[in-house]
């Protein structure tokens, strides 16, 4: 006999997640005062210090991935948000695009159960081709479609030290593609994740799930940590009914070792192996709808070692050489991909005279793929390696007594589909006192073509009579931006700190299609760009356990293209507004919501949405951690994003609880 269905189950974790919301709620509303006069003196000052203590390390907070070099976040001429471990734990998220969404300027949409469009500063897409991801240095970008793979992106979120999010142009230093920003994911070190980890849980979307971490030390110089994971989720909903499920399961590990204060070697990997459904729709030339649709699971696989060797001269002066291979394995009906990879890069850290700081490198990719055509999709050449070169120079001068800081540099890259590209960039930050920052930039980036772009053919559409066929085209040329950035960054008061950046962008030779006949649809390179905006940010906390994070967005676009070239359009929010609270109901127990609004998508068709997301925290031991999560919780379903390149269902996301258990050893 079959006890509980499905829907009763749902039906019971629904109303037990509204219980526990209106005895949190209820307790908070008639306890507040009286747990703030329960805590002693001494804690509550404790509690202070530790709040002033916390909002001062973040503008002391360390990046890297503005300069290629450690230094404060204040001393950061760049437009640069940091998620923390902390950030990541307390967002009840499960996965990396979920997480990104706290992030101010980012436009994360979710297009079904597994795939994701997240961008910068527009050009939104399932592929957005203007933003570089990177995992500790290696590049998770495809130079088959210009964009990034979502859905293989996925470790342990407790292994993240922090994710570095830079909205604006990084080409100087990252090479090409990071020319609306770059996302930089750094994991932690093996000395601090030492010991065991359980995680598991699940529930009405995040089905199942569950990861295990081991760290620990050989001898006094030398760390380790293994780590296996797996989760599956369930499908979005459908008009036609979706089968997008997403199965997934990863292992990997990551070796530290240092023989000396000056040295450290790093050596990590990982190999995943995973399912993803989709409903995949073909065109046909049988009326009325001339097209079919089929269900498949694509099989995807990979893996991936890294190696890493930092050599430290002095405090100013150092090298790092780092090497990684990458195999990517993807298996679908429109197209069969194998792609290997082989970066190595060197850089070097100087401190010169008259308060120079200089960083150089150089750096070399290959990456080879084999491709399977079909029907529906084909690449001319099925085999092709793409090899590219890059060297790069940038010097900060401290001028007027560190006050102000000169950046200048320029990065020459050289790559299979175009000759020599230089992109150079100009920055200026003014620290007028030690808690505000002021900066600006200049800079130019480039995006360099896909092989979709160069050679391939797709058929887009039936007709009565023949197929509409899109294609690619040799002569498309490489994307360039020239970004103009103003930004502020300020810690106001004890309590309070604010982030705020504009910019405007100029692009050339962006991607449009030119019609030349009813059933010949041909990729050109002569749209012209231009976008414009803002985002601001800020943290307030209204007390020593309540703090609130506002985050608001604004962008605009114009784009402008021969006769006869269509462009997309249409496919980024105007809008974007955020409100996260974070509240330390007692030592031991976490309230977080967030509130998002995104704007309407014209282009797409798609209407604007509010919705909410809950965490209940309980931390019964400094061991043990127990969560309960809601997603999505002011509307049943809606819509985020529509499916490109290939088509498939159109799915609306769907209300999600799950529970969740982390236990430490």
């Known amino acids: 006999m079959k006890w509980f269905s499905l829907r009763s189950i749902q039906a019971m974790a629904t109303t037990l997640f509204w219980w526990l919301l209106t005895t949190v709620s209820s307790s908070a509303s008639e306890g507040l005062i009286a747990h703030a006069a329960d805590v002693s003196q001494s804690n509550t000052q404790a509690t202070q210090d530790l709040t002033e203590l916390r909002l001062e390390q973040l503008l002391a907070m360390e990046v890297t991935s503005v300069s290629k070099k450690a230094q404060p976040l204040s001393q950061a001429p760049s437009a640069i948000f940091i998620v923390t471990q902390e950030d990541i734990r307390r967002s009840g998220a499960n996965s990396i695009p979920e997480v990104l969404r706290m992030v101010p300027g980012l436009h994360v949409a979710r297009i079904d159960s597994q795939k994701y469009a997240i961008t910068s500063r527009g050009f939104n897409g399932r592929f957005a081709d203007d933003l570089l991801v990177l995992i500790d240095g290696r590049t998770v970008y495809s130079p088959l479609v210009a964009g990034t793979f979502w859905e293989v992106q996925d470790f342990p979120l407790e292994d993240i030290d922090r994710i570095e999010v830079i909205r604006g142009p990084g080409g100087t230093l990252w090479g090409a593609n990071a020319v609306n920003g770059a996302i930089h994911i750094i994991t932690k070190k093996a000395k601090d994740t030492q010991g065991a980890l359980i995680t598991a849980g699940g529930g009405t979307e995040e089905r199942a799930f569950a990861t295990l971490r081991y760290g620990g030390t050989i001898g006094n110089a030398l760390s380790y940590r293994l780590y296996g994971k797996g989760?599956?989720?369930?499908?979005?909903?459908?008009?036609?009914?979706?089968?997008?499920?997403?199965?997934?399961?990863?292992?990997?590990?990551?070796?530290?070792?240092?023989?000396?204060?000056?040295?450290?070697?790093?050596?990590?990997?990982?190999?995943?192996?995973?399912?993803?459904?989709?409903?995949?729709?073909?065109?046909?030339?049988?009326?009325?709808?001339?097209?079919?649709?089929?269900?498949?699971?694509?099989?995807?696989?990979?893996?991936?070692v890294l190696g890493r060797w930092k050599h430290q001269f002095g405090s100013q002066n150092e090298m790092i050489l780092q090497l990684y291979y990458d195999n990517t394995r993807r298996n679908e009906l429109s197209f069969m991909e194998i792609r290997n990879t082989v970066d190595v890069d060197f850089q070097h850290r100087a401190a010169l005279p008259f308060g120079q700081d200089l960083v150089w490198g150089i750096g070399y990719r290959v990456s080879g793929d084999r491709l399977r055509n079909s029907e529906n999709l084909a690449f001319d050449p099925p085999e092709?390696?793409?090899?590219?070169?890059?060297?790069?120079?940038?010097?900060?001068?401290?001028?007027?007594?560190?006050?102000?800081?000169?950046?200048?540099?320029?990065?020459?890259?050289?790559?299979?589909?175009?000759?020599?590209?230089?992109?150079?960039?100009?920055?200026?930050?003014?620290?007028?006192?030690?808690?505000?920052?002021?900066?600006?930039?200049?800079?130019?980036?480039?995006?360099?073509?896909?092989?979709?772009?160069?050679?391939?053919?797709?058929?887009?559409?039936?007709?009565?009579?023949?197929?509409?066929?899109?294609?690619?085209?040799?002569?498309?040329?490489?994307?360039?931006?020239?970004?103009?950035?103003?930004?502020?960054?300020?810690?106001?008061?004890?309590?309070?700190?604010?982030?705020?950046?504009?910019?405007?962008?100029?692009?050339?030779?962006?991607?449009?299609?030119?019609?030349?006949?009813?059933?010949?649809?041909?990729?050109?390179?002569?749209?012209?760009?231009?976008?414009?905006?803002?985002?601001?940010?800020?943290?307030?906390?209204?007390?020593?356990?309540?703090?609130?994070?506002?985050?608001?967005?604004?962008?605009?676009?114009?784009?402008?293209?021969?006769?006869?070239?269509?462009?997309?359009?249409?496919?980024?929010?105007?809008?974007?507004?955020?409100?996260?609270?974070?509240?330390?109901?007692?030592?031991?127990?976490?309230?977080?919501?967030?509130?998002?609004?995104?704007?309407?998508?014209?282009?797409?068709?798609?209407?604007?949405?509010?919705?909410?997301?809950?965490?209940?925290?309980?931390?019964?031991t400094s061991h043990v951690e127990f969560s309960l999560v809601g997603h999505n919780l002011l509307e049943a379903r809606h819509h985020e994003f529509k499916p490109e390149f290939i088509q498939t269902s159109v799915s609306q996301i769907q209300r999600g609880l799950f529970a969740k258990v982390t236990w430490r050893f």
Not at 233 to 250: I, P
Not at 272 to 293: E, I, K, W
Not at 428 to 451: A, E, K, M, Q
Not at 490 to 504: E, K, P, R, T
């Open 231 to 304: 989760f599956e989720r369930d499908s979005t909903s459908g008009t036609d009914g979706n089968h997008d499920n997403w199965r997934m399961g990863r292992t990997g590990g990551r070796l530290d070792w240092e023989p000396s204060t000056q040295d450290s070697v790093t050596l990590q990997g990982d190999y995943y192996h995973g399912l993803a459904g989709q409903m995949t729709s073909f065109p046909t030339l049988l009326a009325p709808s001339f097209s079919r649709s089929a269900i498949e699971d694509i099989r995807m696989s990979g893996g991936n």
């Open 384 to 620: 092709q390696s793409l090899r590219t070169f890059s060297a790069f120079v940038q010097d900060e001068i401290k001028l007027f007594q560190d006050k102000l800081r000169l950046t200048v540099g320029a990065k020459y890259l050289k790559n299979t589909y175009t000759g020599g590209l230089i992109q150079p960039n100009v920055r200026l930050l003014y620290n007028p006192t030690p808690n505000h920052s002021i900066w600006g930039s200049v800079t130019r980036s480039n995006r360099l073509p896909s092989r979709f772009e160069r050679g391939s053919r797709q058929l887009i559409a039936g007709t009565p009579t023949e197929f509409v066929e899109l294609q690619g085209n040799s002569a498309v040329r490489n994307e360039n931006l020239w970004g103009y950035e103003i930004g502020y960054r300020a810690q106001l008061s004890v309590n309070l700190s604010v982030d705020a950046a504009a910019f405007y962008n100029h692009y050339t030779h962006s991607s449009g299609e030119q019609e030349l006949s009813e059933s010949l649809v041909l990729i050109r390179s002569n749209v012209t760009t231009r976008t414009y905006g803002g985002e601001l940010a800020g943290e307030w906390r209204m007390l020593t356990w309540w703090r609130l994070r506002p985050a608001f967005s604004y962008f605009q676009v114009r784009r402008s293209a021969p006769e006869g070239i269509e462009v997309e359009s249409g496919e980024e929010p105007a809008h974007q507004l955020s409100i996260r609270s974070l509240m330390d109901l007692t030592n031991t127990l976490e309230f977080d919501t967030t509130f998002r609004f995104v704007d309407r998508l014209p282009g797409l068709g798609i209407s604007n949405y509010q919705n909410l997301d809950v965490r209940l925290g309980w931390r019964p």
